[in-house]
């Protein structure tokens, strides 16, 4: 049975655990050291939380809360679920938990993008009970840009 619980503390398992998951979940970015972890663990208003199956962490999941002028936010972010533990249901888990502390925060929605080629990723957030928004997603390469505007 898969348990869900949030990351509270730097430990050498955490660290672990994300140099596992991430590269799981794109090869376009660094996997965390442990100052980065240590500091999103402290970034107030973004919760990790980790999916076990026993005492192994087979996923994790960020949510991040940010009041603006419009009301509070709620994202989903990075969730990843170790490619072993894939059927488990840590991933619906995971997200599960993530609503219910958005909601618990006080948010009235909750937003994440999802890639169209992670298909599984796609049903499972559809079953749980997102919609696909019609909108357009903008980036802005800060490290592509040269700094200029």
Not at 45 to 72: C, F, K, Y
Not at 82 to 89: F, K, P
Request: proline share 4%.
């Amino acid at each position: 049975m898969v348990r869900i619980e949030p990351a509270s503390e730097l430990t050498d398992e955490l660290v672990a655990a994300f140099a596992r998951l991430i590269p799981q979940l794109t090869d376009r970015s660094r996997t965390p050291d442990r100052e980065q972890l240590r500091r999103i663990l402290e970034t107030p208003g973004t919760t990790v939380l980790v999916a076990r199956e026993g005492e192994t962490i087979v996923g994790a999941l960020t949510l991040a809360l940010v009041l603006i002028p419009t009301g509070l936010r709620a994202w989903i972010e990075d969730v990843v679920v170790d490619e072993a533990a894939r059927g488990l249901g840590a991933g619906e888990a995971l997200t599960r938990e993530a609503i219910r502390l958005a909601s618990e925060a006080g948010a009235r929605t909750v937003d994440l993008t999802s890639r169209p080629g992670r298909s599984a990723a796609n049903r499972l957030y559809e079953k749980v009970g997102f919609q696909q928004r019609e909108t357009n997603v903008y980036r802005y390469d800060l490290a592509g840009s040269n700094g200029s505007l």
